[in-house]
């Protein structure tokens, strides 16, 4: 199965968490990392008190069911000691799945594809990087056009270290 997962960090060292969360995602069973976007600098989302994030997404393929990829990226998350402090707030590592192929997933842990996808620009431009023509199965648009109308105005620039 295609599969993309946006990454975030607004704590610590931002690169490395990144870094290490992807790291990480290429050594689970039955998965490998196809593409990997750039590095973003984006201003925080909801929550404005707090650091810059650095945001990027993955493209994978792999075995795993949703549900599984789920709780590996969740064991990742707190593999890399992220804390729990609520939704938009600061934190060492986040990985969300953004899509899992074409597949619409709701449960109570589970929501894909990714809530508000397109209201984000620091999800929109990584995942333009890595597949601009992948369309939405929701709203059956591609990234491209997604991006084109979003009316996020938050800052997204290319991290140079």
């Known amino acids: 199965m295609k ?34 976007a750039s590095l973003y600098e984006t201003e925080p989302w909801g929550f404005k008190e707090q650091p810059d994030f650095i945001n990027s997404a993955v493209e994978i393929e792999t075995m795993l069911s949703a ?32 899509f899992y192929g074409n597949e619409i997933i709701k449960s109570e842990r589970i929501n894909i594809p990714h809530k508000e996808i397109e209201k984000r620009k620091f999800v929109l431009i ?11 199965p929701v ?3 591609t990234i491209t ?11 997204v620039k290319k991290y140079e270290n």
């Open 3 to 36: 599969v993309f997962l946006g990454l975030g960090s607004n704590l610590g060292n931002r690169v490395e968490y990144i870094e290490r969360a992807i790291e990480e995602i290429g050594s689970l069973k039955d998965t490998k990392i196809i593409k990997k």
């Open 139 to 141: 709203f059956n648009e």
């Open 126 to 136: 990584p995942m333009y990087e890595l597949a601009p023509d992948f369309v939405h």
């Open 145 to 155: 056009e997604l991006l084109s109308k979003s009316g996020d105005a938050l800052v």
């Open 67 to 98: 549900e599984e990829l789920f709780n590996e990226v969740k064991s990742i998350e707190q593999k890399l000691k992220r804390k729990s402090k609520g939704k938009w707030q600061e934190r060492e590592i986040d990985i969300d799945i953004l």
